[in-house]
């Protein structure tokens, strides 16, 4: 048995907090990890860890390992899967099964479990039960879980249920996103339960389908590794659901009831969790008024109601209780004007360590840089800007121009670094190093780089 956790989404929905170079699995919404987090501690209850892998893309492989490597340091690298283009989930299960047939000599027998990596699960007992009896029952079929439905959501696909046999249901239909009036119905039938987007099945049922159903795909599978994953790029984006599970009749569902929430948007995370206990917030003659902020700045509100906040640092988004479908709207704008918010969330992580915007104005740009023991960023060098640096705390090994002389800055010791100067920054101690760096000059983005050597590969 395996488990691969599916990790290259954007949700967009969670703007301003989820953004591309952070998207929404990566988040400590609920609790002290993060959503993927939690999805691995659940499958790690379940199964050991060199049966868990990841699919994800470039720019999140470093935040899906580290996360993974923050709560199980050995964690081996090669379970988490780099696709050379993201192309929805068909694709991406393609990727990963391919990876498991030739990199680690899988079965064709063997029964794999795909899953989200966004997802909250309450009652984790009822969860691992109905995976047992998912793995155990579903034979050759496609299975998939679906979630019996505790109100008439609007936000999610259904699932129609047809003839029960044994421990689960064909499934009749797969549903879009319905109307509230077809919602209502739905809920009300019993006959119907939320498309939750987690599928489990075996290798080669997986082969048959797709020869049937997605032939693209099929007939790339036939290609040795190299090859496989040299024509990748060129399959079509399409999802699992488009692509096999809502043409095949081999479809099963296990229906399921523990606590699940997608948190597809801040009016669901409102609903299963209430207020962020960490956001400061003074409420005045308001009711059901959801804040969720950062923990740093104060958010006032007098005489609102049903009414989400939402802290983003750079951004603030506010909107009516019941509207949250609507922000997908704001990010197409942001999308068309090419802003800067729909990028970068102030807060970027590197496999090295991380760094936090404290300040971004025409001109200059302050960060708060944190290196981790043993870390060093890539040997580079800036065309547009110039920077200072001054050591907050621990040991930094500084390359400034002369990369065969590095010096050692202790803490409240300084250096700068011209445009156009190879440097590099490295933490040879057994703490974090802090720096507070101040970029100057007349572009600041992130891409303007040139790196020369790099520890994770990115030169």
């Known amino acids: 048995m395996y488990s691969v956790i599916?990790?290259?989404g954007s949700g967009t929905r969670l703007w301003p907090l989820s953004r591309k170079?952070?998207?929404?699995?990566?988040?400590?919404?609920?609790?002290e990890h993060s959503l993927l987090q939690e999805t691995y501690v659940r499958m790690r209850a379940f199964l050991p860890s060199g049966q868990i892998l990841f699919v994800t893309n470039q720019d999140n492989y470093f935040n899906v390992l580290n996360q993974i490597r923050d709560i199980e340091p050995d964690f081996d690298q090669s379970q988490v899967i780099q696709e050379p283009k993201s192309l929805n989930t068909a694709p991406a299960m393609a990727y990963a099964i391919k990876y498991l047939l030739t990199q680690k000599h899988a079965a064709p027998d063997e029964k794999i479990l795909f899953l989200p990596a966004d997802h909250y699960i309450k009652d984790i007992d009822a969860y691992a039960a109905l995976l047992r009896t998912a793995f155990d029952s579903v034979g050759e079929h496609i299975g998939t879980i679906g979630i019996r439905p505790t109100r008439p959501e609007t936000g999610y696909g259904y699932i129609r249920k047809g003839e029960k046999q044994g421990a689960y249901f064909q499934v009749a239909e797969f549903c879009e996103k319905p109307d509230r009036a077809a919602a209502e119905r739905y809920v009300d039938s019993g006959e119907y339960v939320w498309n939750a987007g987690m599928y489990l099945f075996s290798i080669a049922a997986f082969a048959r389908e797709a020869a049937v159903h997605a032939p693209e795909?099929?007939?790339l599978m036939q290609e040795e590794w190299e090859a496989f994953s040299e024509k990748f790029p060129a399959l079509s984006a399409v999802s699992f659901d488009y692509a096999v599970s809502e043409k095949s009749d081999r479809m099963v569902v296990f229906e399921g009831d523990f606590g699940w929430n997608d948190i597809g948007s801040f009016d669901s995370l409102a609903d299963a969790f209430g207020s962020d206990p960490a956001a400061r917030q003074i409420g005045i003659d308001s009711k059901n008024v959801f804040v969720y902020g950062g923990g740093e700045r104060l958010i006032a509100t007098i005489g609102m109601e049903d009414i989400v906040v939402v802290d983003g640092g750079d951004s603030l988004l506010i909107h009516k209780r019941g509207r949250a479908e609507e922000v997908k709207q704001?990010?197409?704008?942001?999308?068309?004007?090419?802003?800067k918010e729909i990028e970068y969330n102030l807060v970027g992580y590197r496999p090295w360590g991380k760094y936090e915007v404290l300040m971004d104005r025409p001109g200059y740009?302050?960060?708060?840089?944190?290196?981790?023991?043993?870390a060093k960023l890539s040997l580079q060098a800036h065309n547009k800007r110039s920077e200072h640096w001054v050591v907050v705390s621990g040991m930094a090994r500084i390359v400034n121009g002369d990369k065969d002389n590095p010096v050692?800055?202790?803490?409240?010791?300084?250096?700068?670094?011209?445009?156009?100067?190879?440097?590099?920054?490295?933490?040879?101690?057994?703490?974090?190093?802090?720096?507070?760096?101040?970029?100057?000059?007349s572009y600041l983005g992130e891409d303007d780089i040139i790196r020369y050597d790099d520890e994770y590969k990115r030169a």
Do not use: D, M, W
């Not at 704001?330 to 802003?339: D, G």
């Open 6 to 8: 599916l990790c290259g």
């Open 365 to 374: 740009k302050v960060k708060r840089i944190k290196v981790y023991p043993g």
């Open 217 to 219: 795909i099929a007939a």
């Open 330 to 339: 704001v990010v197409e704008i942001l999308k068309e004007q090419q802003a």
């Open 21 to 31: 170079n952070y998207p929404k699995q990566f988040l400590k919404l609920v609790g």
């Open 408 to 441: 050692f800055l202790k803490e409240n010791e300084s250096t700068f670094v011209p445009a156009n100067t190879v440097h590099r920054i490295e933490n040879p101690g057994k703490i974090n190093l802090e720096i507070i760096e101040v970029q100057t000059g």
